[in-house]
């Protein structure tokens, strides 16, 4: 009897944990990713899925193809299995003409990455009730990496009933591993010369799809490479010769030229790397697609453009030439990163580290330009510079404080021109430092409703280094006001720096996912507006005054005689927001947000 029931209770939980992936337009009945280094040197990646389609967008739209990215000058795809079941139990084999080579997309228009292939695999006989399995290995040569290394989210688009990940390596070498946000240790076993490491993962729920999730780095995470040292991966990059920074005859006339130009240390450096980030084409080749391999910047330049990486070494070349003292850089997220474990999976960002005279040390893009040094607001990141045969040491860059603080004095006359002049504060991440050295007058659109004055003169630079900035501008906007029928309507305006800039407009009711801004940031306006005689404020909501774990708002509309002090407060005063705490996020935005805080209400009394 006792057996009976054990057998049914099995039954009861089998089914409630089908019932919970109804609703989903597929289901991942078993995923297995095996890694092996072999004693050679080479290294396997065999890929196993069975996916179980539910509804139509699954095969429309979803999961109709499977795309294997690789570079056949060194790696090597091997189709194990490809068959679907459809819902009536027939196999259907995937058909030869269904796996087709592709130019991956992001190798588009690139003559260097040509090479690169896209292997896709077009799934056939889908349907409601089929279940597709692909079974395939990508085998790659030694040297490819320099170590057999992985960065797994324990996660996927669909829920996934099961899934395993298997790491094999000889038994002499020793594996690093770390699994983040999940106690999950693995089962080790040793197997003739092997080591056999073994996570098993069951009821996975669906990733979310909420936006604002920055790098997820609250999902469950699987880390592990065989490289014990952070410093020996860098290292292993660095030796090849595009590290030596060697600038040619070519680079070195073109950086002479642009400095003899410029005549000024931040504009020559702001040269460089405008021409570098958008002048020369960027190819959105990720540096593990070709196994790290970077060309010398002088081909880098002959051919007029590269990826992420090579576009780095490029930029820190030229800026050397210039005088300036550069190397490239990778970042990677500070909780990811381990001393003790060379993953270079982990780092996703490739930048240029240059010293100034004037300002110090800066960060910047080699694919993009920015308004202000990239190690503001990139706080919690590891930096491991890419110098060559050195003792290279990881810098971690530290949240700073992101402020804002405007305050100003304003007019509105009877013909609805706002005009006075405002003094604005800016620190951190909010300080558009490097516009202000390239070109102080494209500060006029930092800040909403293009009320800065269209005279050249209109902005005014008082002090400005890396950290903070303080500008004073002239106001001038004709026709401030919106009708709306017996009411005026006054936006009040706000820089784009700061929240304004994030576009958020409303959030949802509920929360899954950390929601994760892009800085802290606080945020202080205010200013006395003067108003022309016969003109009221008739906004309904003049105050409010909330703080919780999250931040806090403070508003207030004051009117007295003819004028309105306004002030308006927010502080938000961390980047990871936890599901816990989302509502209290929520509360604050919603009232910074409130039209009756970002809108005066004016009725102009009746003659």
């Given at each position: 009897m006792k057996k009976i029931f054990l057998i049914l209770l099995a039954g009861w939980f089998a089914t409630a944990a089908s019932a919970q992936y109804n609703d989903a337009d597929a289901v991942y009945g078993k995923i297995t990713k095996t890694f092996t280094l072999n004693d050679d040197g080479s290294t396997s990646a065999r890929y196993y899925k069975q996916l179980r389609l539910q509804s139509h967008l699954s095969f429309n739209r979803l999961y109709g193809e499977t795309f294997i990215i690789y570079d056949p000058a060194s790696q090597h795809v091997t189709i194990n299995e490809a068959y679907t079941i459809m819902a009536d139990g027939k196999r259907v084999e995937t058909p030869e003409n269904a796996v087709n080579e592709v130019l991956p997309r992001g190798a588009a228009h690139s003559a260097t990455f040509n090479n690169l292939r896209e292997l896709v695999v077009t799934h056939t006989a889908t349907e409601i009730g089929a279940t597709l399995y692909l079974d395939y290995t990508v085998t790659s040569q030694k040297d490819f990496l320099p170590a057999l290394m992985g960065n797994e989210i324990i996660q996927e688009s669909s829920p996934v009933e099961e899934m395993q990940i298997i790491v094999k390596v000889p038994s002499a070498v020793e594996l690093q591993h770390r699994m983040m946000n999940l106690r999950t240790a693995p089962e080790m076993v040793?197997?003739?010369?092997?080591?056999?490491?073994?996570?098993t993962f069951k009821g996975i729920a669906a990733g979310t799809q909420d936006y604002f999730q920055?790098?997820?780095?609250?999902?469950?995470?699987?880390?592990?490479?065989?490289?014990?040292?952070?410093?020996?991966?860098?290292?292993?990059?660095?030796?090849?010769?595009?590290?030596?920074?060697?600038?040619?005859?070519?680079?070195?006339?073109?950086?002479?030229?642009?400095?003899?130009?410029?005549?000024?240390?931040?504009?020559?450096?702001?040269?460089?790397?405008?021409?570098?980030a958008t002048e020369m084409a960027y190819d959105r080749v990720p540096p593990q697609w070709n196994g790290y391999q970077v060309r010398t910047p002088a081909k880098v330049w002959q051919s007029n453009g590269g990826n992420q990486l090579e576009k780095?070494?490029?930029?820190?070349?030229?800026?050397?030439?210039?005088?300036?003292?550069?190397?490239?850089?990778?970042?990677?997220?500070?909780?990811?990163?381990?001393?003790?474990?060379?993953?270079?999976?982990?780092?996703?960002?490739?930048?240029?580290?240059?010293?100034?005279?004037?300002f110090g040390t800066l960060y910047l893009s080699a694919t993009s330009t920015s308004d202000q040094s990239l190690d503001y607001g990139l706080g919690s990141q590891v930096i491991m510079p890419l110098y060559k045969n050195a003792d290279i040491s990881p810098i971690t860059l530290s949240e700073?404080?992101?402020?804002?603080d405007v305050k100003g004095n304003l007019t509105l006359t009877n013909d609805q021109t706002l005009s006075g002049e405002m003094t604005i504060k800016v620190q951190g991440k909010t300080n558009p430092f490097l516009l202000l050295q390239n070109d102080a007058t494209k500060f006029k659109s930092q800040l909403t409703q293009n009320m800065i004055s269209k005279a050249d003169d209109a902005v005014k630079v008082v002090n400005s280094n890396a950290e903070k900035s303080e500008i004073v501008v002239q106001i001038n906007k004709e026709k401030a006001l919106q009708d709306a029928g017996k009411i005026t309507e006054l936006e009040l305006p706000q820089m784009t720096s700061g929240f304004g800039g994030w576009h958020i407009s409303f959030l949802n009711s509920q929360r899954d996912a950390d929601f994760v801004l892009p800085f802290p940031i606080s945020e202080s306006y205010n200013y006395t507006i003067t108003l022309p005689d016969g003109y009221e404020l008739v906004t309904m909501k003049q105050r409010v005054d909330l703080k919780n774990e999250a931040g806090a708002v403070k508003i207030e509309l004051s009117p007295k005689d003819n004028q309105i002090i306004v002030s308006r407060e927010l502080r938000l005063d961390k980047s990871v927001i936890a599901p816990a705490e989302y509502p209290a996020l929520r509360a604050v935005v919603n009232e910074w947000l409130d039209t009756n805080y970002t809108t005066?209400?004016?009725?102009?009394?009746?003659?």
């Open positions: 040793v197997q003739g010369n092997q080591k056999i490491y073994t996570w920055g790098a997820q780095l609250s999902v469950p995470r699987l880390l592990f490479s065989t490289s014990p040292k952070a410093g020996a991966a860098i290292d292993w990059i660095t030796r090849q010769p595009a590290f030596d920074y060697h600038a040619t005859d070519a680079l070195r006339k073109y950086a002479a030229t642009v400095k003899s130009e410029s005549q000024d240390e931040m504009k020559t450096l702001l040269a460089l790397q405008k021409m570098v780095a070494v490029l930029l820190a070349t030229l800026l050397s030439a210039a005088d300036f003292h550069a190397v490239a850089v990778m970042a990677a997220p500070e909780k990811l990163f381990d001393k003790n474990m060379g993953d270079l999976l982990i780092f996703d960002e490739t930048f240029v580290k240059v010293n100034t005279k004037n700073g404080k992101n402020e804002i005066l209400l004016l009725r102009k009394a009746v003659d």
